[in-house]
């Protein structure tokens, strides 16, 4: 079976949330996320392999509420990570002697993700005014470290939706806390 390794650059907005335990009210947030991909691409084939490495901001805000004291109360949370997801590409279709790249085909895409949280920022708004905590996932009591989850995309011509639910604690300590993050990209392949 022809292959041949490719590549290209990814660039385009994220929205992400957090899925706590310990709060209902939480919201997508918008920012972005970018990378570059590498490609094991079936020429003649169905079946192939990918392995991206991104910077994508991600976090979480909820909506104001009021705490026990009846202030109005508000939390922002963002990170910044480097992910690298390991996917297999499915193409819906062979190839055909006119198709120049992959990028006419459809395609599926599926596998695990570990990311590497490196900083961010907690953001507490309580009327109105606003305090601000940065996340050092090396301190006691921050960010954990690592991110892992999976990951299911499904990209045409350039473009590419991806969505990605994670599976570790994202705090440290206190209760269950999950990044989900969805992300629309424009690809370019080599």
């Known amino acids: 079976m022809a292959q041949r390794i490719g590549g290209g650059l990814m660039l385009g907005p994220a929205f992400s949330t957090m899925k706590m335990s310990d709060i209902d009210s939480t919201t997508f947030r918008a920012d972005f996320t970018g990378g570059v991909r590498i490609a094991l691409i079936p020429e003649r084939f169905v079946i192939g392999g990918e392995i991206d490495v991104i910077y994508s901001r991600q976090g979480m805000r909820t909506t104001k509420g009021l705490n026990e004291e009846n202030n109005s109360v508000r939390f922002l949370e963002k990170s910044h990570y480097i992910n690298v997801p390991l996917l297999l590409n499915v193409y819906l279709r062979k190839w055909n002697d006119d198709d120049e790249d992959e990028s006419m085909i459809p395609r599926l895409r599926i596998g695990p993700q570990i990311g590497f949280c490196i900083g961010g920022n907690h953001v507490t ?23 892992y989850g999976l990951t299911a995309a499904v990209s045409y011509w350039f473009v590419e939706v991806r969505y990605t639910l994670g599976m570790a604690n994202v705090f440290k300590e206190g209760e269950k806390s999950t990044n989900h993050v969805i992300s629309v990209t424009w690809s370019d392949v080599w």
Request: net charge positive.
């Open 125 to 147: 708004e309580v009327n109105g005014r606003k305090k601000q905590q940065y996340i050092i996932p090396w301190e006691k009591g921050s960010f954990s470290r690592i991110d």
